[in-house]
């Protein structure tokens, strides 16, 4: 019988732990990213993320996007000046840091663009790795 209890109690707390914890939702992060995106990447990269020859570099079928997650990250919060090769093509256009950008925010945007445009992200940004690339 006490057996019985304890382990009922046991069940009980795991089913309301549970309860609260939230999974992580990938097309979810990547429609907050779109919109995001718009507002603070767009008006470089573009809409279709083709960015502007020889100005802005393109984030569609971007090579630079395999780089590592937090180089990716660092990119986005401290920003980028000086030359940078994407698709073999050399670029030489300040971006801004972004650093007053949400981890979520940052971890939404990296999201939407290294999953569209022929851009394919097996393993999700979470928040959790733009928190401590910022450390």
């Known amino acids: 019988m006490y057996r019985m209890r304890v382990v009922s109690g046991l069940l009980i707390v795991f089913f309301l732990a549970s309860a609260f914890v939230q999974t ?24 279709d993320g083709k960015g502007m020859e020889n100005v802005y570099p393109p984030v569609a ?14 990119n986005i919060l401290k920003g980028q000046s000086g030359e940078v090769k994407v698709n073999g093509v050399v ?3 300040i971006m801004p840091a ?8 940052i971890a939404d945007i990296l999201n939407y ?11 999700p940004f979470v ?4 928190k401590k690339a910022r450390s």
């Not at 079928?61 to 660092?74: T, V, W």
């Not at 663009?113 to 393993?123: A, D, E, I, R, S």
């Not at 928040?127 to 733009?130: G, S, Y």
């Open 24 to 47: 992580y939702s990938l097309p979810k992060s990547i429609a907050r990213g779109k919109e995001l995106y718009t507002t603070y990447c767009m008006s470089c990269h573009m809409q």
């Open 61 to 74: 079928k971007s090579d630079f996007l395999k780089r590592p997650a937090k180089e990716l990250i660092e």
């Open 91 to 93: 670029y030489n256009a």
């Open 98 to 105: 972004q650093d007053y950008l949400k981890d979520e925010e």
């Open 113 to 123: 663009v290294t999953n569209t445009w022929g851009n394919k992200n097996l393993k």
């Open 127 to 130: 928040p959790a790795q733009v």
